[in-house]
């Protein structure tokens, strides 16, 4: 768990609750010092009290809106579980983004 993601969560204005909610499980799950994580949709929606579908929906809504980013993993032509990248501005990104 990274505190200082959590803590970076708690105090966004994301516009939606269920979203907040989100991001508060992925900042609960993000490593301490880059804010990555890899839990499955599953266990998200699980812990968040959702359906799948919601949780993909309030992923998306995050994502758009900068909070988070998504990074698909495949191994052997099978798709693994995303890595999620909580971007609190205080944690040492590694993310990969397209333009590097």
């Known amino acids: ?22 991001l508060v499980m992925l900042a609960e799950h993000a490593e301490e010092l880059t804010g990555v994580c890899i839990p499955r949709i599953k266990v998200l929606a699980d812990e968040c009290d959702m359906d799948e579908s919601t949780a993909k929906r309030c992923i998306s809504y995050l994502e758009e809106k900068g909070f988070i980013r998504i990074e698909k993993r495949y191994a052997g032509g099978s798709q693994l579980p995303n890595q999620y990248w909580v971007m609190c501005p205080s944690l040492k990104h590694q993310y990969k983004s397209e333009e590097n």
């Open 1 to 22: 768990m990274s505190v200082e993601a959590m803590t970076w969560a708690l105090k966004q204005n994301i516009g939606k609750s269920s979203a907040k909610l989100v």
